[in-house]
């Protein structure tokens, strides 16, 4: 039986659209053999941490949570070079050599740990092409931290795979411009599949909530999701209330207190913070919202609004990271411009009709192109091409 070590940064246990994805490729794996889940989790000198190492089941793979201390620059996970310290520190609790594929998610594990060069390493690139949300870094701790980001994802990331020596069989990216963004590496796209709906039924229910409303979800805590929202009720929501006067704004997702109570202090706007039931939050609105202009990724909340029966009113970043999945103006409504973006949401506010059909057609084309059983069967050729 094949043996597949899955390294990872992110515990696949979290409820994050990252670990979502890791779920799908554990499950691609045990498809095909035995999986083991290693995940690294780094802690400052100083910070309270759990023992050193955790195991735990999923589904019933093993996986082993191993807590390090962060020691010198090398060692540090912001930056993609080799550690002998992070390498050592795990070759305590596994044998590289005794699998037959290791698994990285994300390029992170892959370029920190010194990887036995006989053991073929398939690397699940995802959030290849990062954009700071400059327009919300509001302190300069802020921008510089996104500027180490990229000298990081610029210069480290990509001079190393440039440079070769690297036992990197296979790169998974998570839609096609980032693929074409590293026209030199081996590669293949691998997109990314929403979460089964928490909903009763086969299908969502599509119909429209008796008040109109919008909602953003996601991880309130991150920066571009936090500029998405500052920027939609700056430029955006006036304009949408001065039209529709009766219209909610919603806004899901764990964030700080200051920001929540910002956002809750603006007309007619909402914040849940974390829902116990997301189909109970889609049912309170008309469509969702997605105006990112910065980050990386495919943006999964756009996935998951059409599990739940409602359209997506977007940006073209998030469009495009679906290229050709959903058609402008068919499948999804997306633009740049605030105006326009609010033209959007007035016309699916006054018109339910439209926000059904959009919604209607939008999981159906999902539903055609994104499903577990393609996801695993790109996985399942690139395995099996690795002898």
């Known amino acids: 039986m094949v043996k597949y070590l899955f390294l990872s940064y992110i515990s696949p246990h979290q409820r994050w659209g990252s670990a979502q994805r890791s779920r799908f490729l554990i499950e691609a794996l045990r498809q095909l053999g035995q999986v083991e889940v290693v995940v690294i989790n780094f802690f400052w000198p100083g910070e309270s941490k759990p023992p050193e190492r955790v195991d735990t089941l999923l589904d019933g793979v093993s996986v082993i949570e191993l807590n390090l201390t962060v020691k010198g620059w090398l060692g540090r996970p912001r930056f993609d070079l080799p550690s002998a310290y992070v390498t050592g520190v795990v070759a305590q609790h596994v044998d590289f050599t005794s699998y037959d594929v290791i698994v990285s998610r994300y390029v992170k594990p892959a370029l920190k740990l010194k990887l036995p060069p006989r053991v073929p390493v398939v690397v699940d690139f995802d959030d290849a092409v990062f954009h700071p949300p400059w327009g919300t870094l509001a302190t300069l701790k802020m921008k510089v931290g996104a500027l180490l980001r990229l000298v ?9 795979l440039r440079l070769g020596g690297l036992n990197h069989r296979h790169y998974f990216f998570c839609r096609e411009a980032e693929r074409q963004a590293f026209p030199w590496l081996p590669g293949s796209v691998l997109p990314n599949l929403p979460a089964a709906a928490q909903r009763e039924g086969a299908v969502p229910v599509f119909a429209q909530p008796d008040t109109p409303g919008l909602m953003f979800i996601g991880l309130l805590d991150y920066l571009p999701n936090q500029d998405a929202v500052d920027w939609f009720l700056d430029a955006i929501w006036p304009k949408v209330l001065e039209k529709v006067p009766q219209a909610r704004f919603l806004v899901v ?35 969702s919202v997605v105006p990112m ?74 539903r055609e192109h994104l499903n577990p059983a393609r996801f695993n069967q790109i996985v399942r050729e690139v395995m099996e091409k690795l002898g």
């Open 152 to 160: 990081n994802d610029r210069l480290i990331v990509r001079g190393r």
């Open 253 to 287: 997702g764990k964030g700080s207190p200051e920001k929540c109570r910002a956002w809750s202090a603006q007309p007619n706007v909402e914040v849940l913070g974390f829902v116990e039931s997301l189909a109970d939050a889609y049912a309170r609105v008309t469509a």
């Open 293 to 366: 202009r910065g980050g990386a990724g495919t943006n999964i909340k756009a996935l998951e609004a059409y599990q739940y029966g409602r359209p997506v009113v977007a940006t073209r970043h998030v469009i495009d990271a679906f290229a050709p999945l959903f058609r402008d103006g068919i499948d999804m409504l997306a633009s740049d411009s605030d105006a326009r973006i609010a033209e959007f949401c007035i016309d699916l506010l006054q018109h339910p009709d439209r926000a059904e059909a959009m919604a209607r057609s939008g999981h159906a084309r999902m």
